[in-house]
């Protein structure tokens, strides 16, 4: 039997958090689990992700791999699978680890599931399709590894490991297959908790009209401890807020307490990133909007009103 | 600057058949509405630094309407590969595919969009990066050809990314990075005069198009439990009252 090979994605913070589900995933499979992480901050992270369940860690902090987006890595994976030869390596269904997977196929050319909420073995794994109303269990055939990419927050991140080997890996990368350069980062400044981690989330939609109407939905998370805005893939789309803001299938999967959906009709790319919410509050004037359907607690009426009246019925509350 | 654009023909509403599969012919279907970001920026890069752009589009009979779309929004020629074999095609065998298709042209960009709105893999194009032996950008906003190659603006989880990278290079284009056209009239009526290449997986000397994934038992998600809907004056002190519930306020 081999290896269960997650592919961990690391920063100079540590590993990011979703790499530590991932690690959850494979302990499952009761096999060897070996963790590689490229990247300044990947010998840091080691011991993180020992304690998650990695009994190897491939490491190397070689600035390349942040230097340029997905070649380095690819090529690096595909030589410790050729060395090594895992049964399945799992990746996070996130932009970076999703060009390494793709990359990393056309080397293995053995199969890919994205999407993924759960994996039972190497040859097994479980999806969520239309918005996650259908469950799909897809048996995973052709050359190991299989390759599989798993949806963040699908599964809670558990210590219990130990210490991890660490081995450091070659980052001999060839000049040809560097590929593109970062140049430049811009980081946005935001204030208040991420998205991923508020306890209350307050979010808004098409039905916001504007780029304007967001303030609205800012004054109601500033009476929250712990909220923070977020938005539907047609006010991204719009332009009325950046990408980071976007819940869904593309763009972040949100689990907080509490879920408030404004002006947001709840299509299934929408209801991917929130459902798993722990309740769900929905405002929306059309009595018809799918999002009424998913909702603990849906209101048919206008948010312009209705947002206001709520921040000051809290502010009222709290003596505020 | 030529650019080869990935198009993909998807289902107005996602069914699944008996059989598992997505449904793909003898229902409404339309050009990804994914895809037309990537067109668009194609159009605008080529109106601008002068070449061509060609549509690369797999899929059944039905998708030739997607091409044709492609070409009534600018698009110079469109190239359809048809093969009954392909029903069903995993995600190695479509950039396999894509990648000898996209080989039979000179070109310095391939455009994608960053994941179809029928299966959100997200990887085709990346993979066939990696056949073509090119780099990539996913994900990006803008690109300029600067010094023999390319400057792009990829979207990151809190901000965006510069890129400098050498042509030809694949790219996945973000929804709302550019603003699409609609075919005019005079689109329509000469995207019917445009040329659209036809070719079976012998014409591109594939012939391994084993599938690797099976889905065994398809099953409906544990239902939501029906929540309550008010209106009226009742529903601000409701949910502020489910707020104070959840301990949050």
Same mark, same amino acid.
């Given at each position: 039997m081999g290896d269960a090979f997650v592919y961990a994605e690391v920063s100079a913070e540590g590993p990011k958090p979703v790499a530590l589900e991932l690690l959850a995933h494979a302990r499952g499979f009761g096999m060897p689990v070996a963790a590689v992480a490229l990247g300044p901050g990947a010998t840091d992270s080691a011991r993180a992700l020992g304690e998650h369940g990695a009994g190897t860690v491939y490491a190397s902090d070689d600035p390349v791999f942040a230097d340029h987006p997905d070649r380095p890595a690819a090529h690096v994976l595909a030589g410790l699978v050729a060395d090594h030869a895992p049964d399945v390596v799992l990746f996070a269904q996130t932009y970076d680890s999703r060009d390494v997977a793709g990359r990393l196929q056309a080397r293995t050319g053995s199969t890919l599931m994205a999407n993924?909420?759960?994996?039972?073995?190497?040859r097994h794994a479980r999806a969520e399709i239309f918005g996650g109303t259908q469950v799909v269990e897809v048996e995973l055939d052709g050359p190991s590894p299989t390759i599989v990419l798993l949806r963040p927050k699908s599964i809670a991140a558990e210590r219990g490991g130990g210490d991890a080997e660490v081995v450091e890996v $070659?980052? @001999?990368?060839?000049d040809d297959v560097r590929g593109a350069r970062v140049v430049e980062r811009h980081e946005e400044q935001a204030s208040g908790p991420r998205l991923e981690d508020a306890k209350v989330v307050i979010a808004g939609g098409r039905?916001?009209?504007?780029?304007?109407?967001?303030a609205l939905l800012d004054e109601l998370a500033a009476s929250i401890d712990g909220a923070a805005v977020g938005a539907s893939r047609a006010a991204v789309d719009a332009g009325w807020?950046?990408?980071?803001y976007q819940i869904g299938q593309t763009g972040k999967t949100v689990k907080p307490e509490v879920y408030v959906a404004a002006?947001?009709?709840?299509a299934l790319q929408h209801a991917v990133g929130m459902?798993?919410?722990r309740r769900i509050v929905a405002i929306n004037? $059309?009595? @018809?909007?799918p999002i009424l359907a998913m909702a603990d607690l849906g209101v048919v009426g206008d948010l312009f009103q209705l947002v206001p009246a709520i921040t000051e019925e809290i502010r009222r509350r709290r003596g505020s | 600057m030529d650019v080869v654009v990935c198009t993909k023909y998807v289902p107005t509403e996602t069914t699944l058949g008996p059989d598992h599969?997505?449904?793909?012919?003898g229902v409404d279907g339309m050009l990804?509405?994914?895809?037309e970001y990537g067109l668009e920026l194609a159009l605008q890069l080529t109106e601008r630094h002068g070449g061509e752009v060609a549509v690369v589009s797999m899929g059944p009979g039905e998708a030739g309407t997607a091409i044709q779309r492609a070409l009534a929004m600018g698009a110079q020629r469109g190239i359809h590969v048809v093969d009954?074999?392909?029903?069903?095609?995993d995600a190695l065998v479509t950039s396999r595919v894509l990648a000898a298709a996209i080989g039979r042209a000179p070109f310095d960009l391939v455009v994608a969009g960053v994941?179809?709105?029928?299966?959100?893999?997200?990887?085709v194009p990346v993979t066939v990066a990696e056949l073509l032996g090119l780099p990539s950008v996913t994900a990006i906003r803008s690109l300029e050809p600067s010094d023999g190659g390319a400057r792009i603006e990829r979207m990151t989880e809190g901000g965006f990314d510069v890129y400098e990278t050498p042509l030809p290079v694949v790219v996945t284009v973000t929804a709302g990075a550019v603003e699409p056209r609609y075919p005019s009239l005079k689109g329509i009526m000469q995207a019917k005069q445009k040329p659209i290449e036809r070719a079976s997986l012998a014409d591109l000397g594939i012939d391994d198009v084993t599938t690797?994934?099976?889905?065994?038992s398809v099953s409906d998600a544990?239902?939501?439990?029906g929540g309550e809907v008010v209106q009226g004056d009742e529903a601000v002190p409701r949910i502020v009252d489910l707020l104070a519930e959840a301990k949050v306020i």
């Open positions: 993924a909420t759960a994996v039972s073995d190497p $070659d980052a @001999d990368v060839p039905g916001l009209g504007g780029p304007d109407a967001f807020v950046p990408y980071s002006g947001i009709s709840g459902k798993g919410a004037k $059309d009595p @018809d909007a | 599969l997505v449904v793909r012919s990804d509405p994914g895809d009954p074999a392909l029903r069903g095609a994941e179809s709105t029928d299966g959100y893999t997200g990887t690797t994934q099976r889905v065994t544990p239902a939501k439990q």
